[in-house]
């Protein structure tokens, strides 16, 4: 059937009626959700959506407001990153087995992708997987890994054919996180607390059924998870901004108002609403079927806006801005843009223009695939990846 | 409310964008600055009448009742209006379009809202409907909605206008001279509009003197009165005058769409100018350090062009004639905020990223810097627009 807001209203009006979250274990209520085709509307039936335009989950979401949530925060790496590329790849078992406690959030998922050695460049890693029979070997290292320490699995690319070009020799994997041979070890950020980890992968044993899309056509299947994770840290609507966390801090300190800090302030308001202004647009686009470009830049815009924000704001506070609240080595869940003060803001939204694709590397991708300028001279074409100096 | 285009406004793009191809490239306009640079108008007569009369583009915020195209049932609007500016920024194109079609009928309209006077209003605003008469607001182009300028004319017992106003656009294409003024009439305070005829016949009652303008494409001039015949379109009895306050704010919500159109040629023109041009034996557009000035001013011009369509949604839903809401208020207050810099911003990369080129005369590059910078300083400059978001915002300024 075709959906439109009214069907979509209906279905999800329906669903209350058969399901009272007030009654209803939290659980039971995410599951019975899913199978309602209301937690996500556009993927397809029988996998927790109802194959309704994406711009109707909206309307879902505005029905069910006040019910259990699956926590988004928490599992913002399976939601974000992991669904859409095993809605795009996977097999049917594969979808039926991992959507669903992915989305309601019984599983959490982080993303093996990062190397100490493979940043930006990211398709020069060298964690490799060694096909055996029915498995796969892997062994390396992997780095940047947020919520690896709750993660029940992995979204992995390793190298398995180091003969060919670097980007051809890559398969995408799920990794099981409790598989004998995996390690997380915390890494200790500039904040002073962990929610990044390393971790090790040895001799980890990998059936091929946890393999998605080809051998050797991993690159193009983390392409889609790439491409979702700038739209998952560029384009996430929140209830409460950074700008409305800076503006509350300006409106209760009057003492602290300068004539500089009010210019600079109005401009990253400015800057903020023309911000919004653009995802209403980007989404406008998305509804009526035609993806504009305008997703590209999300992500880069964002980092700059927290970044300026967050800096504005520890130099309003002036001595205040001197102290920090905590910089106890802890291990969150989740990055505590709002809970925590304005110091911890500024330094972990300085993550914003590296972490999920560098500001230097958006840029290339925009100035090549939307603008169409060159590509630098490369030194790595053609060459098989186990001849790359290192 | 969308923030994209309909197809309407699509069609009517289109029309326009092959108008200006045919009747206004690069070359003419620079053959036309090189001729006018040191006298006589840069106004394209022909080029506007195409617009006007045969586009029907003068009439597209006139409603239908009085000759235009505007209607609550999907006629013309703001959005209209904002899509052809949108296509003369793109060309820098000198004709008189935001000087009559929107900076003039806004105020004829709000003052036919007055009602008291309506019937002058309605007969101007039917000729300028019918592309037959050009008109001119005479206030500074440099005024802000924010601080609108007393009337410096007087209304004389006689019935004349007397006084000097600067800094004004499209006077020297306009039949009509749209005149803020005090009434000296009574002992009563008040202001008024009044329409001069700008014909030859008014002899050396009204002056249009071009004073050299920083915009080759969209010169400034002062006009003066001295006894000037004129008709009453409107009086009020306070020293508030809404039609010049209505008049700049959605003027300045609209230059945005021209901005936006300057902005957007310039980034095109210099990505086509960096992947043809080498140095270094590679395409100029290769260097990382180029592309990524590029591709921070793609970033702008999106955000612009969200910006600028959102301020002229929001002005098509507070038609004419009546108040502007606090929500158009702020879309217009944070386009300008954003464009405004924006455009510049595009056509100071235009030329440096053209290099020597960039430079000369006989490159359009300085059409559109000279353009963007008088924008910058039209109808409130970006700080006056931050300011204005001081309330609606509730970032209140230091004590």
């Known amino acids: 059937m075709t959906w439109d807001e009214a069907s979509v209203a209906e279905r999800a009006r329906a669903f209350l009626a058969e399901h009272d979250p007030a009654v209803m274990d939290r659980l039971e209520f995410l599951r019975a959700r899913f199978d309602a085709g209301l937690a996500w509307v556009h993927f397809p039936e029988g996998l927790g959506g109802l194959g309704a335009p994406r711009g109707l989950q909206a309307v879902a979401d505005r029905e069910l407001k006040g019910t259990p949530d699956n926590q988004p925060g928490r599992i913002g790496i399976g939601l974000g990153m992991a669904a859409p590329t095993i809605l795009a790849f996977g097999t049917e078992e594969q979808k039926r087995r991992f959507l669903r406690p992915l989305w309601t959030g019984e599983e959490v998922w982080c993303q093996l992708f990062s190397e100490p050695g493979a940043g930006s460049d990211l398709a020069t890693l060298a964690t490799r997987a060694v096909r055996e029979g029915d498995e796969w070997v892997v062994d390396g290292q992997k780095v940047w890994t947020s919520s690896a320490h709750t993660a029940r699995w992995a979204i992995l690319v390793a190298r398995t054919d180091p003969d060919v070009p670097k980007h051809r020799g890559l398969t995408y994997f799920v990794c099981d996180m409790h598989a004998p041979g995996v390690e997380v070890r915390p890494l200790r950020q500039i904040t002073g607390e962990a929610e990044f980890n390393e971790v090790f992968l040895t001799g980890v044993r990998l059936p091929d059924s946890l393999r998605l899309g080809e051998v050797g056509d991993g690159w193009r299947v983390a392409q889609t998870t790439l491409m979702n994770e700038r739209v998952a840290i560029g384009g996430t609507p929140s209830r409460r901004t950074m700008m409305g966390v800076v503006a509350e801090t300006w409106r209760s300190r009057p003492e602290l108002r300068t004539h500089d800090l009010h210019q600079r302030l109005l401009k990253l308001w400015v800057d903020s609403e023309v911000m919004r202004l653009t995802a209403v647009r980007l989404r406008e686009q998305l509804a009526a079927g035609h993806p504009g470009p305008e997703g590209s830049g999300m992500k880069l815009a964002f980092a700059r806006l927290h970044q300026e924000l967050s800096g504005l704001e520890v130099e309003l506070l002036r001595e205040d801005g001197l102290a920090y609240d905590d910089w106890t080595f802890r291990r969150p869940g989740t990055v505590d843009f709002i809970g925590r003060e304005a110091g911890y803001r500024y330094l972990r939204a300085k993550g914003n223009s590296i972490e999920g694709g560098t500001s230097e590397i958006l840029r290339n991708i925009i100035a090549e695939r939307v603008l169409g300028l060159p590509a630098e001279p490369r030194a790595d074409k053609d060459v098989a990846w186990k001849d790359l100096p290192r | ?399």
């Open chain 2, 1 to 399: 409310m969308t923030l994209l285009y309909t197809e309407v406004e699509e069609e009517l793009r289109a029309a326009v964008r092959a108008l200006l191809a045919d009747k206004c490239s690069p070359s003419a306009l620079l053959d036309r600055a090189s001729r006018t640079a040191e006298s006589g108008t840069p106004y394209d007569a022909e080029l506007w009448k195409a617009l006007a009369r045969d586009i029907g583009v003068a009439g597209l915020l006139i409603p239908e009742e009085l000759g235009g195209t505007a209607s609550r049932e999907g006629g013309a609007s703001a959005r209209e209006a904002a899509v052809v500016l949108e296509e003369l920024g793109r060309a820098v194109a000198p004709v008189p379009f935001l000087s009559s079609a929107v900076l003039a009928t806004q105020a004829l309209l709000t003052a036919a809202g007055q009602k008291a006077r309506g019937d002058v209003a309605a007969e101007l605003l039917g000729r300028l409907a019918a592309g037959e008469t050009t008109a001119a607001l005479a206030v500074s182009f440099a005024a802000s909605p924010y601080a609108p300028p007393s009337p410096v004319a007087t209304l004389g017992e006689d019935g004349t206008v007397t006084g000097t106003v600067t800094g004004v656009i499209g006077a020297e294409a306009a039949d009509v001279l749209l005149v803020p003024v005090r009434l000296a009439r009574s002992a009563k305070q008040g202001t008024g509009l009044c329409a001069v005829e700008a014909s030859p016949a008014a002899g050396e009652a009204v002056r249009v003197t071009p004073v050299t303008s920083l915009d080759l494409t969209r010169p400034i001039a002062t006009v003066s009165f001295d006894s000037a015949a004129a008709r009453v379109v409107a009086t009020t009895d306070g020293m508030e005058a809404p039609w010049v306050w209505e008049a700049l704010v959605r003027g300045a919500g609209l230059l945005a769409s021209e901005q936006l159109g300057v902005a957007e040629w310039c980034l095109t023109t210099t990505v086509a100018y960096v992947k043809e041009r080498r140095q270094f034996a590679r395409p100029v557009g290769s260097f990382q350090a180029v592309k990524h000035r590029l591709a921070d001013l793609w970033l702008e011009v999106v955000g612009a062009r969200a910006a600028a369509r959102n301020a002229a949604a929001r002005l098509a839903e507070a038609p004419a004639g009546g108040p502007l809401g606090d929500d158009a208020a702020v879309a217009v207050a944070v386009a300008q905020a954003h464009c405004a810099a924006v455009a510049v911003h595009a056509a100071e990369e235009c030329v440096q990223l053209h290099g020597g080129i960039g430079m000369t005369w006989e490159h359009p590059a300085h059409l559109y810097l000279k353009r963007a910078k008088a924008d910058q300083i039209a109808l409130g400059t970006p700080g006056d627009h931050r300011d204005a978001l001081a309330g609606p915002a509730d970032l209140p300024a230091p004590v």
